[in-house]
């Protein structure tokens, strides 16, 4: 009986063993394929278009309606991009001011959408679909397009459909448009009716409000025929380079002058879940090709005074590319283009719409490969998986280049504090569009989201951390993740429980706050107190400094833990019993006696987001 209750606890351990070792299980993902062509006219600002869509059905699920998004329709007087902005300009903020009245804009819409006139606004139109050869009825959502099938689309099939669109240019308000503040003519991001993403949740038709996009894996093959005075700058590789030139021509390679007055340049791109492109004749581009890494194209509007800035923010992208792959994993794509245009900095697969020669924003923007072009996180729901790991590496990367490693820490968790402490924070896990303030949506998905990562360093160790990170990445890039496959990755690299970081973290508003108590003697032994006044439970670093110069360093695992972290500095650590989450007091015992004791100091790398500091340490009196 012994040899056999020996042989199945093996077995058990075996199966536990491979379980653990195995890579989460695929999850089943739609697949599409687009051919796009669309004809410009650059004197009325509109285009018509056809696509050619093949799209399959990989769920286990019969869909008896599709859905498209039609984006542009959000920049028209009254739309619901339009209300919601001026809604929320009306709240007034206290703590921290967004602008010099307080008021709560998005500083680029604000009500600029209600002034529109009929030339200026923006829309598509739908003109016919047809799937698989037959017409469809079609129920429009301002920027949602409902399809009702007349005939369902079956589990594991694939299914043609065909899109005839007609579409203007808005005036330049939010990422997309024509003509803005730097001249450029069109910068044409959401500008195609885009299939919407059904994944294991359902079909995700968020209307345009805002925010944040999600979409569908496919290929693109898209063709542009624009005047030909126009370069044309995009999201993908140029298949007809040796024809249009422009600097996109192979090596030795003349191209022929157009001869008409129109050029049609033919771009695709692959594996990736949406396609952006800006034209102007005013362009220029200049490349540069970093060791192992991919060509950088940056595109911009041919101004001698700013000629410098793009020059050197191209050749930081290309000294920052090996940081960015050795950290974080490799970029798969052939090139990467910045082009000017848009009102900010926007992320697209492969390019990025960047306003200016901003080496801070061409870096994040950039990042955006990993943790939104690579990754395909639902960023309306999970806004901070995107904004906030973005955010975390590529200021980590700006720092790696400034020789200042965390010299970009204070201002996310100062952030995070002000949002704490301004009463209009709201859980992280809000929807992105549904945030009650700009504000609290800001600092919630980048601030917040990048204290996640930082502070997750704190909890497994900065070394454990970016192991998590690397793992995260091989596992899951054009997966689609949620924040509980990061949470098993993170889990399963570390050998830590960490769920309750998540719920706390993200699902709560609760706060971190710890402070050094009383010092007594017990047993001989020198005691120092320890209270958690705070409502979210942490793991606790203590560092200890004796009169003498000598140190003695802690850490104090959460029983929600169920483990704890590798010691991560050259200092020997001593690991305490674990602190229980229902405790609201500990009891530390040190080495020292009370007489050498010169201060007690929680938390001295300060990566825990403590919102007060002030109880942090304790220096006792000479």
Same mark, same amino acid.
């Given at each position: ?309 793009? !020059?050197? +923010?191209?050749? /930081?992208?290309?000294?920052? $590319? &090996?940081? @960015?792959?050795?950290? =974080?994993?490799? %970029? ?39 943790? !939104?072009? +690579?990754?395909? /996180?639902?960023?309306?729901? $999970? &806004?901070? @998986?995107?904004?906030? =790991?973005?955010? %975390? ?230």
């Amino acid at each position: 009986m012994e040899r056999k209750l020996l042989r199945a606890a093996l077995l058990l351990f075996m199966v536990c063993q491979l379980s653990a070792s195995i890579a989460q299980p695929n999850r089943w993902q739609q697949r599409i394929k687009y051919n796009i062509s669309v004809q410009m006219n650059v004197e009325t600002n509109r285009f018509t278009g056809h696509e050619k869509i093949d799209y399959w059905n990989n769920s286990p699920d019969t869909l008896t309606r599709v859905f498209f998004h039609l984006y542009w329709n959000a920049f028209q007087p009254n739309s619901s991009m339009d209300v919601r902005s001026r809604e929320l300009g009306k709240t007034i903020l206290t703590e921290p001011k967004k602008d010099f009245d307080g008021r709560d804009w998005d500083q680029r819409v604000k009500d600029r959408i209600s002034k529109l006139k009929p030339d200026e606004i923006g829309y598509q139109k739908v003109t016919a679909i047809k799937v698989n050869g037959v017409v469809q009825t079609t129920k429009e959502h301002e920027t949602i397009l409902e399809v009702n099938l007349n005939k369902p689309i079956l589990p594991g099939s694939k299914t043609e459909m065909e899109l005839s669109f007609e579409a203007q240019v808005p005036l330049q308000v939010r990422r997309s448009g024509r003509d803005n503040k730097e001249g450029i003519r069109y910068s044409m991001s959401q500008w195609y009716p885009k299939m919407v993403e059904y994944d294991y949740q359902g079909w995700n038709p968020n209307p345009y409000i805002a925010r944040e996009f999600y979409g569908v894996w496919g290929d693109y093959d898209v063709r542009i025929t624009i005047d030909k005075n126009y370069f044309v700058a995009a999201g993908g590789d140029l298949l007809n380079a040796n024809e249009i030139g422009r600097g996109y021509e192979a090596s030795g390679v003349r191209p022929v002058a157009a001869t008409g007055s129109m050029v049609t340049w033919n771009w695709q791109a692959n594996n990736v879940h949406d396609f952006v492109w800006a034209a102007d004749p005013q362009y220029k581009m200049i490349t540069r090709k970093p060791v192992n890494g991919p060509l950088i194209r940056v595109v911009y509007k041919a101004v001698d005074s700013l000629e410098d800035r793009w !020059q050197k +923010m191209a050749d /930081t992208a290309a000294l920052a $590319y &090996p940081i @960015m792959g050795k950290t =974080f994993g490799a %970029y798969p794509y052939k090139t990467y283009t910045f082009i000017q245009g848009g009102d900010g900095g926007m992320e697209y697969p492969m390019a990025t719409l960047i306003k200016s020669a901003s080496v801070g924003t061409a870096l994040h923007e950039w990042m955006h490969s990993w943790y !939104q072009m +690579m990754m395909g /996180t639902n960023e309306s729901l $999970y &806004p901070w @998986m995107d904004e906030g =790991f973005t955010d %975390y590496s590529s200021m980590r990367v700006l720092s790696t280049l400034r020789n200042k490693e965390g010299f970009w820490y204070e201002a996310a968790y100062k952030s995070y504090f002000n949002l704490a402490k301004s009463g209009y924070e709201e859980p992280a896990s809000t929807h992105a569009d549904h945030y009650n303030t700009n504000y609290a949506y800001a600092a919630a998905a980048y601030s917040k989201g990048a204290v996640f990562l930082s502070q997750l360093g704190y909890i497994v160790g900065d070394s454990v951390r970016d192991k998590i990170l690397l793992a995260y990445y091989k596992e899951w890039h054009f997966k689609h993740p949620n924040p509980n496959d990061f949470m098993r990755v993170a889990e399963q690299v570390s050998g830590i429980e960490l769920n309750w970081y998540k719920e706390y973290w993200i699902y709560t508003t609760k706060t971190i706050d710890y402070a050094v108590g009383d010092i007594n003697i017990v047993d001989g032994k020198t005691q120092v107190t320890l209270h958690r006044l705070g409502k979210m439970p942490m793991p606790v670093d203590v560092l200890i400094t004796y009169k003498d110069g000598t140190q003695e360093a802690h850490t104090i695992p959460l029983d929600l833990m169920l483990g704890s972290k590798l010691p991560e500095s050259r200092m020997p650590v001593i690991t305490d019993t674990e602190w229980r989450w229902t405790h609201p007091e500990y009891a530390l015992t040190i080495k020292g006696s009370i007489q050498n004791l010169k201060s007690i100091e929680i938390d001295p790398s300060q990566r825990m987001a403590d919102v007060n500091r002030n109880n942090n340490k304790l220096v006792i009196p000479d």
